[in-house]
């Protein structure tokens, strides 16, 4: 197992590293100036390249820079625009988005798991159909009209939640980005639980456990769930991943000032903020890569056969 | 030195055919014909079909057929409702059509600038089906051939192509886009670039798994005995036989590509004005909901059918591709 792990881990850094530089690379090469060149003259330019290191050639500028990375810091770490410092600001946000996230998850997996569980057991009743219809809807309702849609009900119509992010009162007036956010998760996830469950609860060693005696609850988590859980592990990783797309709007529509909504502004305004978009660029890569790794390893947790064949190869 | 031998007509003999016995009971059937019977079997697959078929034809003519183009403002004078001003810009424009409720003129009412809303929707679900269907168009054109490569060849070919794509798909749809934000133009280019680089890497993955289970087949040995070269055998012999699951992936892509188009002109990098998609309608019925909600009605009506309509063909082909043995 640790060698499988190690194994990963390495891969990963790998990945990462190369990732890093190539949204370095092309960032550096990019067409268009940094400075306003209009205002400035010819000398004050050079002396600002060589000020922000950009005369050096572009390997050593990428050296520098994970130099500077691996400290702790972002670059030179300001904004383009305003010269103020990138870390606390993307910090501040990292957190508001991750809370969101983190939230989503739990209301995916937790809802579409129950859903799932729920509806293979009460397979062709009213539960089951209700599960078949959330992931229909699920499906086809992107996440951010439901947002919209949850938005106008909930707190427009009958203001019950508040209609903008309040940061005050944060748990509260993060359910309905939350719900909205895992409604994709709900679905697909629902519907997998139900069919890897009644695929699993029609097999021979279902059939021998209850003959054993085994029934109930035990059974359910003995032997169903643990067989069904393996394939659904690797419906959530991409889904987890899904989530900080699907953020960048909810974030937009809820004004929450999250990392999303951070990156938006960096590229959809009127002029690109390189250093934001390296620094967050280099963050999303990073979380989105822990992410995969950290599922890797549950899986191998979960299904022992993936550790085995790993050894042997 | 040997002659090349010429082929005569009378080398091989035909056995009489009439003497052959054909089993009428159980015929047998071509493969896309038992693929098709499966398919329109299935009532929710043909729901599906519907659904795409019906929106794509009102995409195509009810844009052509409406009285109004889709970046007109339209004027309303005191005798009725009709067009007055033509492509004015919205300063001069009386505003006289703005925000009107729908009605028999303007099916689905007006927008803000006094604009069409049936004409921009049906308009909108053009160009954001263009967009979905050109991007994986040539994204099963690129993630197909690479897959096949990359299994047909295996070894270190595969090494090198496996680890590219690794690497490739541990980078964020997010930063993707972004990256190409700064070094294109917000548009249709930007949209379609941006579908480009991420939803080939599903189609070849599945491409390769087909490759490496029919790579071992007699066909295959029997055409590199008769002399076949390696790109014969990938794109004449390996290819048509992993049609099926491709055809699937795109089923299941082409909802992810009205998506893709719709996030990303709700976020203001996608389609720009005065050209509108599906996602860019949705934008702007956004900004007016608390007051006008039915502007924001329309857009989401049409892309959420979409996506059911497509999700329903895609789930119906991999049905019909590979039948249980309940189902049957």
Not at chain 1, 129 to 157: D, E, H, N, R, W
Not at chain 1, 238 to 244: A, E, G, K, T
Request: with cysteine; charged share 15%; hydrophobic share 50%.
């Amino acid at each position: 197992m640790s060698k499988y792990v190690a194994k990963r881990i390495l891969m990963s850094a790998l990945t990462l590293f190369v990732i890093i530089f190539v949204l370095f690379v092309l960032i550096r090469i990019m067409p268009g100036n940094p400075f306003p060149v209009e205002r400035m003259s010819a000398e004050l330019i050079l002396q600002k390249r060589a000020e922000l290191g950009l005369d050096k050639p572009i390997l050593i500028q990428f050296a520098d820079y994970m130099s500077m990375l691996l400290q702790g810091s972002f670059g030179n770490g300001t904004s383009l625009y305003n010269g103020a410092p990138i870390k606390p600001i993307m910090f501040a946000c990292l957190e508001n988005s991750f809370k969101v996230g983190v939230l989503s998850i739990l209301f995916g997996t937790t809802i579409g798991l129950g859903l799932g569980i729920v509806a293979a057991l009460n397979r062709g009743k009213f539960l089951d159909g209700l599960c078949t219809v959330v992931s229909i809807l699920g499906v086809c309702i992107p996440s951010y009209v439901f947002m919209i849609f949850l938005q106008y009900f909930f707190a427009y119509k009958i203001p019950f939640f508040p209609y903008f992010f309040d940061p005050s009162q944060f748990l509260f007036s993060s359910i309905m980005p939350s719900l909205s956010l895992s409604l994709f998760s709900i679905s697909t996830v629902a519907r997998f639980t139900r069919n890897e469950m009644i695929e699993v609860m029609n097999s021979d060693y279902v059939k021998l456990a209850e003959a054993k005696g085994l029934y109930g609850f035990e059974l359910l988590r003995r032997h169903v769930l643990r067989n069904a859980l393996i394939p659904i592990v690797t419906v959530i990783a991409p889904l987890v991943v899904d989530l900080v797309t699907g953020a960048m709007v909810i974030e937009k529509i809820y004004g929450i000032n999250g990392a999303g909504s951070l990156m938006v502004n960096a590229i959809a305004g009127d002029g690109v903020d390189y250093n934001y978009v390296l620094a967050l660029g280099i963050v999303f890569s990073a979380l989105y890569i822990a992410v995969m790794l950290a599922l890797d390893i549950l899986y191998g947790i979960i299904d022992p056969r993936i550790r085995l064949a790993t050894k042997e190869g | 030195m040997a002659k090349t031998y010429i082929p005569k007509a009378d080398d091989f003999e035909f056995i009489g055919s009439r003497d052959l016995n054909v089993d009428l009971n159980f015929a047998s059937q071509g493969y896309w014909k038992g693929v098709a019977v499966h398919f329109l079997r299935n009532r929710l697959a043909v729901t599906g079909v519907v659904i795409v078929g019906v929106i794509i034809l009102f995409a195509i003519f009810a844009p052509i057929l409406s009285s109004y183009g889709y970046q007109e403002i339209v004027s309303v004078n005191d005798t009725g409702k009709e067009l007055v001003a033509k492509s004015l810009p919205p300063q001069i424009a009386d505003g006289s059509a703005q925000n009107l409720f729908a009605d028999k003129t303007f099916l689905f009412g007006t927008d803000d600038m006094g604009r069409d809303l049936w004409t921009r929707t049906w308009h909108g679900a053009r160009i954001s089906l263009i967009i979905a269907f050109v991007a994986i168009f040539i994204d099963m054109l690129i993630g197909t051939s690479y897959g096949l490569i990359s299994g047909y060849f295996g070894g270190l070919v595969d090494n090198i192509l496996q680890r590219f794509i690794e690497i490739a798909g541990s980078i964020p749809t997010l930063v993707i886009i972004s990256i190409l934000a700064i070094f294109m133009e917000k548009g249709i280019g930007l949209v379609i670039s941006s579908l480009l680089l991420t939803e080939w890497i599903g189609m070849s993955k599945i491409a390769r798994a087909e490759c490496l289970k029919l790579k071992e087949r007699e066909y295959v040995l029997a055409s590199r005995t008769l002399g076949a070269g390696s790109f014969h055998i990938i794109f004449k012999q390996i290819l048509p036989n992993t049609i099926g699951p491709i055809i699937t992936q795109v089923m299941f892509s082409i909802p992810v590509a009205i998506f893709t188009e719709a996030f990303l002109s709700f976020v203001g990098v996608g389609i720009v004005l005065p050209q509108c998609s599906l996602g860019s309608l949705i934008e702007a019925g956004f900004g007016n909901i608390t007051i006008l909600p039915y502007q924001i009605l329309p857009p989401i009506t049409v892309l959420a059918f979409l996506m059911l309509g497509f999700n329903l063909i895609g789930d119906g082909f991999r049905e019909a591709l590979a039948p249980k043995l309940e189902d049957m």
